[in-house]
């Protein structure tokens, strides 16, 4: 990232930028910086880009080719093409010798390492991550755009927020900018307005149903299933939150066994202390081996629908039923 960052400021020209990570939103932001940087104006003339995983690399690198039509650069942004998680001779073949009127930027979910492309990538041009903010920093991010509007949020109300808003700085941004709107007229923003305009995230419902099962509560378990399904959540997708959580919940188990405080299991699990707080109630009240147990029953219902032995959304109710069941 400080590379990136130093090339922007000091207008390094690099002809390969390749960025990576979970926080889409400063993806975008930089992707800009980059394009102003070599296109500015927006000179649509020289500038293309390619979406997806199903674009021709043969057609993009004849593309980078072609001289820029009066201009020093040509841009050519490509996002989201997964083409830095598969092998691509191709491409690998190709970055060493990009044409030097050429400027490639590369906006991806993942990257491997370990391939050839992405090997040659680093060697050529500038990899940057853009991994997760820590609760820290998302905390000073809020903060900076609350007080920019003046407007002062209650700390109940920040928890609550920063508990729902999730951990794209896309998707935080906007959130904020509904309770700025709502509370507009108000003298401050306080939990009850956050409760007004942001419902709870599916994995926040999760855990709340994890606390359910363990206290063997199936009328509820089976109810937020059924309140998850209104929202138009997949059954699949609701059983991944579902395992994924009960590992979460195993995983802080581990660690408050062995003493360590939420902060640091979060900064060892690669998260928000805000998630490993939630997991830990439940953590508390379950044993290592019955969290184990509700990960395998997971596991198996999961192999059970994707190999159309039963129907998802039935086969999902089954298992929370189940989970509750069991002692």
């Known amino acids: 990232m400080k590379s990136l960052e130093s090339d922007i400021k000091n207008k390094i020209y690099k002809n390969l930028y390749v960025l990576y990570g979970p926080q889409s939103y400063n993806r975008k932001r930089y992707v800009k910086a980059l394009v102003d940087l070599f296109a500015p104006g927006a000179d649509s003339m020289n500038l293309t880009y390619y979406y997806g995983p199903k674009i021709d690399i043969r057609e993009v690198i004849d593309l980078a080719e072609t001289m820029p039509f009066m201009s020093d650069k040509r841009v050519i942004v490509l ?81 609550l927020f920063m508990q729902r808003c999730g951990d794209d700085l896309w998707q935080v941004s906007n959130e904020l900018e509904k309770v700025i709107s709502y509370t507009f007229k108000k003298d401050g923003i306080r939990p009850e307005d956050v409760e007004a305009v942001m419902p709870p995230l599916p994995e926040d419902k999760i855990f709340v149903m994890i606390d359910a099962i363990l206290a063997h509560d199936t009328h509820k378990a089976v109810r937020l299933y059924a309140d998850l399904l209104s929202l138009r959540n997949e059954p699949v997708a609701m059983l991944s939150l579902l395992r994924e959580q ?56 999961d192999e059970r629908i994707k190999s159309g032995l039963i129907d998802a959304k039935i086969g999902v109710e089954t298992l929370i039923v189940e989970l509750c069941r069991r002692e």
């Not at 073949?93 to 370990?114: A, H, L, V, W």
């Not at 820590?134 to 920040?158: C, V, Y």
């Not at 062995?258 to 044993?287: C, F, I, N």
């Open 246 to 301: 009960l590992r979460l919940t195993l995983h802080a188990k581990e660690l408050a066994d062995e003493g360590v405080s939420a902060k640091d299991a979060a900064q060892l699990l690669g998260m928000r202390e805000t998630r490993v707080k939630m997991a830990l109630p439940a953590a508390r009240k379950s044993s290592k081996i019955d969290l184990e147990n509700r990960i395998r029953m997971c596991a198996d219902t």
């Open 79 to 159: 996002e989201d093409t997964g083409l830095f998680t598969v092998s691509c001779d191709e491409l690998a073949d190709y970055i060493p010798d990009i044409c030097e009127t050429c400027c490639m930027i590369f906006s991806e979910d993942k990257i491997d390492m370990r391939l050839k492309q992405t090997k040659a990538a680093k060697a050529k041009g500038t990899v940057a991550e853009f991994a997760d903010l820590s609760e820290a920093q998302l905390r000073d991010h809020i903060m900076k755009r609350l007080g920019r509007e003046h407007r002062p949020i209650t700390a109940n109300a920040l928890e």
